[in-house]
Each structure stands twice: as C-alpha cells, then as structure tokens.
C-alpha cells in the first residue's frame, strides 16, 4: 500500500509539476532526498499535494489522503487519455459494430483487450519511467522532482510522436501560443487535447477501413435478398454467418491487434 500511495503521488504530481504542464517550484523550495523509509511517502504527499496550508505548513495527514483519493477518481481516466488506450478500444468497439454483433464480446471483454494492449504497446515508455525516474527516486539517488521531470518527459516525447501537427496548431492557434521551437518545450495543456484530438481521428480512419468488407457483404446480401423477393428477411440475420466466416478465415483478430500495435510505431 505505501508503494501504491507513492506511485500515486508521483503521477498526481507529474501533472502538476511537470515543467511544460505548471509553474517550476517558487525559489527556496529546493529539492529534499527523503530521509528514510517512513518518510517517503509523506514526503511525496507533501510534494505532490502541495503546501497549500495558509501558514507554509503541510497538509495534515487525513486531509492529504482525502485530497489523494478525490485525485484518484479523475487520475485512471486522465492517464488512459495519455496512452494508446483510447485509439484501441475505438477501433474494437467500431469492429464488433461491424460483425453485426450488439454485445459479443462483451464491453468487459473489450476493455480488457484494450489495457492489455496498452500496455503492451506502452512498455517501453513504462520501463523507460521505471529505469531513469522510479527506481532511482526509490533508492534516493534523486530528488522528488527529478523523478516527476523524467516520468512527464517520457509520456510528452510518446504523445509528441503521435500527435497530428494540424491538430496541434488548431490548439495553439485557439491558446495564442507563441511558435515552439523545440517539440520538448509543448506544454501539456496544449499537447493533450492534440493528441487525444489526432487519436480520435485516427480510430475513426481505422474503423472505416475494418468496416468497409463487411458493409460490402450486407449490400451483397441485402441485393440478393430483394432480388429473390425475400424482403421480409432480414439482411442482417444472413449476413452475420458469412461475416463471422470471413473474419475467422482471415485470422481477424490477430490482424487487428497486430495493426493496431503497429500503427503505434
């Protein structure tokens, strides 16, 4: 449970922290290797919570904890938007659309399909956060916020490769940001809704081209149907079989998959 608290501290404290995303720490605050065992996780709930007390002085220990689990609630949706997570269960949600199937799999199915897939195509960047920011803030080899620079600068040069350079100038158009020199110098509060706006726009582009063959086989079936004068059948109940055949002969979900991991590349 202490390991999961930190963890927790660290992410909350690399969305508000992390140089492209807050205001550095004001001077004076210089960082503090924690001291022991004990002290680490006060530490990084002291440092990722903040001292918002009015006389400089932490917050109490029952109010850091409430303040982290109030966080808590909106952290799993926010950090889901910053990983492939979104683009995937899309694409799977047009595909069973596709299939003509309402509830198999079912959505449980789906998105567990879809975190594993995450984080099988998130496991560099997971390793990357571990080796040079985790495991080093964890052994006191660096401080609190070294650690919360290199975890936010490895998600940012992820989000920074698949993000759509038209969908990041419609952003900093909107926040009249200045020109960015450098991709590193993006700030998060620009670069995420691009990269969740680039995301959204790529999953629809995949799930029209997996949907093509089969809307193909429901106007060859639906033709064929009029054309026997067999309208009172419907198309959907025929043509289900022969999509379920189509997808199994092509091996369809290893394809799936397989591109979708490739498309992260």
Request: charged share 10%; aromatic share 6%.
């Amino acid at each position: 449970m202490p390991a999961l608290l930190l963890v927790a501290g660290l992410l909350i404290a690399l969305l508000m922290a992390h140089p492209a995303f807050a205001q550095a720490a004001a001077p004076g605050t210089g960082p503090v290797n924690p001291p022991g065992p004990g002290a680490v996780q006060a530490s990084a709930l002291n440092k990722a919570l903040g001292q918002v007390s009015g006389d400089g002085k932490p917050l109490s220990l029952s109010l850091q904890i409430l303040v982290l689990m109030s966080l808590l609630t909106v952290l799993p949706s926010l950090l889901l938007m910053m990983t492939s997570f979104t683009r995937i269960i899309i694409v799977l949600s047009i595909l069973r659309q596709a299939l003509g199937l309402q509830q198999t799999p079912p959505n449980q199915v789906l998105v567990g399909l879809s975190l594993f897939l995450t984080l099988f195509i998130m496991r560099p960047v997971i390793d990357q956060v571990n080796q040079t920011a985790i495991t080093p803030y964890g052994q006191g080899q660096i401080p609190l916020e070294e650690g919360i620079k290199r975890s936010g600068d490895a998600l940012h040069v992820f989000m920074v490769r698949q993000v759509r350079k038209t969908d990041l100038q419609l952003f900093s158009d909107i926040a009249h940001a200045p020109k960015f020199d450098k991709a590193e110098d993006i700030p998060f509060t620009i670069l995420l809704p691009a990269y969740v706006t680039s995301e959204l726009k790529t999953a629809f582009q995949i799930g029209f081209l997996i949907f093509l063959p089969f809307l193909i086989i429901d106007l060859v079936v639906a033709t064929t149907l009029m054309s026997l004068g067999m309208m009172m059948l419907s198309p959907t109940i025929i043509s289900m079989p022969f999509k379920l055949l189509l997808f199994v002969l092509v091996d369809g979900w290893a394809l799936t998959m397989g591109s979708l991991a490739q498309s992260f590349g």
